[in-house]
């Protein structure tokens, strides 16, 4: 048994080497779904269809807890698969099986309040507003997730969320950092005018941006801090494990990476990322 990670493709690797290190001796696999990347620009039905059954390979393959180490999973396809469809798997399955997200624990690192914290609505008069800008895909940005999270807990900070339409798949498919950096720039400047300032703070809600988090701090002013995901999703994931034994994660530190695309070698950007080479297998490998 194992923990699975699941991305449209290379993003979720910055949320997977977070939980590796937290938990190294749980078995991982994980499955970037790179015959449909890019999601952000989908339709939700395609987000939730397309998510069921990167959940379904992944609980074929062993796992009995998967992380959706995406926003456009989580922020569209989560709360549907754990409403619908979840409860028939886990009678298929005979064993504890559960999808999680990386929402959650982004909305408690931006706000610093757990989850189940709600605004007191006739609080005292709010005296400034921060502003949290959040980078995502289209399709978490129309999910307006983050804004009513965010909202529904701190009066006092204001969001603004940027739609980078495109960003995640250059960055899948490995494009020039030039290329990268004009892109990541129009958007940070496409944000300022909108908000009339540059934001606070800023969370970098795709995990394929976390990939180039540092054009990002380029381009907005210096010092300006990032809400990165990968180790507050680690430690939600460690404490949920914690409260929650009955998921069997493994424990002979097994690390398998399989591909729903074809088998190719990974981007320069995503190895220099990863730190060395990354080798993946196909679907119809695992099967054979
Ligand atoms: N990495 C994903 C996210 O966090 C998906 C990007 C995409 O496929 O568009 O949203």
Known sequence: MAIGVFDSGIGGLSIHRALVDRLPQADFVYLADQKHTPYGDRSGEEIVELTRLGCETLFDAGASLVVLACNTASAVALRRLQSSWLAQFRKTYKRPVNVLGIIVPTIEAATGLPWEHEAERRGPKIEKLDVIGVFSTVATARSRVYEIEIDKRRQDLAVFTEACSGLADMIEQGAERAQLSAKIKGHVDSLKIRIG????????????????????????????????????????????????????????????????????????????????????????????
């Not at 002013?221 to 069997?248: S, W």
């Not at 950007?269 to 679907?283: C, I, K, N, R, V």
């Open 197 to 288: 300032r540059y934001p606070d703070r800023a969370i970098l809600g795709c995990t394929h941006y976390e990939i180039v988090a540092d054009l990002f701090r380029e381009h907005l002013p210096a010092g300006t801090p990032l809400i990165h995901q990968p180790e507050p999703v680690a430690k939600a994931l460690a404490d949920y494990i914690g409260r929650h034994p009955e998921y069997n994660i493994g424990d002979s530190g097994r690390r398998a990476f399989l591909t729903t695309g074809a088998l190719k070698s990974q981007s320069a950007l995503a190895e220099a990322f990863w730190g060395g080479p990354l080798s993946f297998e196909t679907l119809q490998a695992v099967a054979s």
